[in-house]
């Protein structure tokens, strides 16, 4: 409607509200009488040029004037509107695809063409936090059939942009996630694109965890590229490691991820669809996963991997996708680092072939390296493990690490944090279990991944016999607060490790 009655002046009020938007308007404001908007009214707010959908917040204090209308710092940008200019505020039509969640809800299976249109919804903004929630939990507990996950990834690859590249073969790695440390992908990536495969990894910022590979990257390089960056670098290289989000790939996954979060649900079925959409996005055509499995990963027992598995490999075939699922060890962190420096560290060191490198890292990394080499089918089955140790032992992938660091525009040698506190055992005996959940919530509290020093320098893997007063852990944090923090929950808990 751009009737002049419903026009109103921007004015900025600087209010964050993470993703979401928000719209703040004067109860006595002549549009909200006129049009009946009450508090949490979802309305389109138009500036001539564009559009967003947002929920309105109504404000009973003088902060605006009756004909002005604020909006969060998120719907700021999406709209691009500048201070002082007018908007026009409607009421939002009816979203028919809010039905088809109803249905849902209800049991009922979801068509390729409903799923499509909930996705488009999503990525235009038309859904809400609460709407957004609904969805998720409507499909979560295993409520999605193979079709449906199939059906979902489609919908989610088209909700963005596609890469494609002039050599169509282009492998790709992905963890399931859940275990501290298991930084894998640069070395993986720097093996692989030195064999002379085409590598372009888009990876995430960490989302439960004390880092993602974007996070440890963002220590040593520049990981901030855009799309066409992204390709200059590959082009030279034959791979990268950049933060996919610029990259606008499977635009929707960033949002549903969002919304999983914070209600700590993990969707087997948006799983699969989030891993593929974002690989089938960015021109994959193999793609090996890392599944760990233990009691305190993502996945807990080998029922559940299997099962995953097979739905993985499904959806993976429906879209044009070769994959391998590799079943590894989940029961404690890999390498000794937990946070993005100490993280980074590991990584140079298995790159350098020091002496003191994390072994269960550089192994893994081979293993990945190797399977991924195989799966490519430019090596036969069975020596991928050779090639991929060559490779590395011989310093071709750190050299390759390196180049590809500088392509991306830089290379800095990762620090650690000035505040430190060693846990020290208080017996002697073996350590037989690690709770991985707990000990990257120390990790996050003592300030990682935003603050990139931050973590964990872990010292006792399962199987070691450790003596009374032995270092178990050691916890780095920028700021004595944030140390305090992380010591303040450890007291607080028993058997982080469980030592016999």
Known sequence: ?????????????????????????????EVCISEGFEALTRIRVTNGRKSIVASLNVIRTE????????????????????EGKSVTVSHLNPINSLSYVRSKIYGNDLSAIKLKEIIQDIVSGNYSNIQLSAFITACAGNRMTSDEITFL???????????????????????IGGLPGNRTTPILVSIVTAFGLTMPKTSSRAITSPAGTADTMEVMTKVNLTLEQI????????????????AKLSPADDILIR???????????????????????????????????????????IEAANQLKVEMEKVAHA??????????????????????????????????NEANASLDLKERAILLAGELLELSGKVEAGDGNEKARKILESG??????????????????????????????????????????????????????????AGIDFRAPIGIEVEKGQT?????????????????????????????
């Open 153 to 175: 990834t489609q919908a989610m690859i088209s909700s963005g942009q596609r890469i494609s590249w002039k050599n169509k073969l282009v492998v790709d790695k992905h963890c």
């Open 259 to 301: 919304v999983e979060k914070s209600l700590d649900l993990d969707s087997e079925g948006q799983l699969i669809a989030s891993v593929l959409s974002k690989k089938a996005a960015a021109g994959s055509s193999h793609v090996v996963i890392d599944m760990p499995i233990g009691d305190t990963a993502k996945i807990r027992s």
């Open 1 to 29: 409607m751009e009737d002049s009655v419903n026009r109103l002046r921007f004015r900025r009020l600087g209010i964050h509200t993470q993703y979401e938007h928000f719209a703040y308007m004067r109860e006595d404001c």
């Open 319 to 352: 879209i044009g996708i070769k994959l391998k699922v590799v079943i590894t060890d989940g029961t404690q962190p890999v390498g000794r680092g937990i946070g993005p420096a100490l993280e980074a560290r590991d990584i140079l060191s298995v790159l350098r």
């Open 63 to 82: 902060i605006l004037l009756p004909e002005e209308i604020s909006l969060s710092e998120s719907a700021i940008h999406a709209l691009g509107i500048e």
């Open 396 to 453: 071709e992938a750190y050299k390759k690490f390196k180049a590809i660091c500088n392509a991306q525009g830089s290379f800095t040698e990762p620090k650690l944090a000035t505040y430190k506190h060693e846990i020290k055992a208080e017996r002697a005996g073996t350590v037989i279990k690690v709770d991985n959940r707990r000990l990257a919530k120390i990790a996050k509290l003592a300030g990682a991944p935003s603050d990139k020093e």
């Open 231 to 246: 390709k200059k670098v590959v082009k030279k290289e034959g791979g990268c490691i950049a933060w996919g989000n610029t």
């Open 472 to 500: 178990l852990y050691i916890i780095y944090a920028e700021s004595r607060g944030e140390l305090d923090y992380a010591m303040e929950y450890y007291n607080s808990q028993t058997d982080i490790l469980t030592i016999q």
